[in-house]
């Protein structure tokens, strides 16, 4: 399956534009949506390459309303123990996508996939903003590369929006 990596240029006028930077081949099938997080972290940790990440990273999956993929996007570069997540760039890129739904995902490269206080405070945040926009958060997954391979933590899974 080909999954589009996109991202926001200014155009002449300097408007936000949506670009297709690439187009990555995944070998799985997703063809039922991302309504899995097993195969949502999964997608997440092969087509970003997260065991080789020595910092974290924010992405972003933009989502149809029955949970297909209209791409991906790589928001946000940090520090080897956090980073930043700006709401105001995550919704513009939900919405000049035409996501119905969104999942946002970043990586911990300590391998350590619970979540911090700053993570909920902004999953939360986030949570809420998405709802008033009209474009649902369904999940925030943290991925991380474990013993044994992929790890991967989901607030959806967990039960963490219902609070």
């Known amino acids: 399956m080909d999954i589009k990596k996109f991202d926001i240029i200014l155009d002449n006028y300097k408007q936000p534009r949506l670009i297709v930077d690439e187009t ?5 099938d997703i063809s039922e949506g991302c309504d899995n ?7 997440i940790y092969d087509i970003f390459d997260v065991s080789h990440r020595a910092c974290e990273y ?10 297909k993929i209209i791409g991906v996007f790589e928001l946000f570069k940090g520090s080897i123990k956090n980073s930043i997540f700006s709401p105001r760039e995550i919704m513009m890129s939900a919405l ?18 619970e979540p911090s206080m700053e993570d909920d ?22 991925v991380g590369e474990g013993y044994y391979g992929m790890t991967f933590y989901s607030y959806a899974e967990n039960k963490r929006f219902e609070k």
């Open 37 to 43: 997080s097993e195969k949502t972290a999964e997608l």
């Open 58 to 67: 924010v992405w972003m999956l933009s989502l149809t309303s029955d949970m």
């Open 96 to 113: 000049l996508s035409g996501a119905a739904n969104i999942i946002i995902a970043h990586c911990h490269p300590s391998g350590n996939i």
């Open 24 to 28: 990555k081949k995944w070998s799985k």
């Open 121 to 142: 405070m902004v999953t939360f945040n986030l949570h809420k903003l998405c709802k008033e926009m009209g474009v649902p958060l369904m999940d925030h997954i943290i």
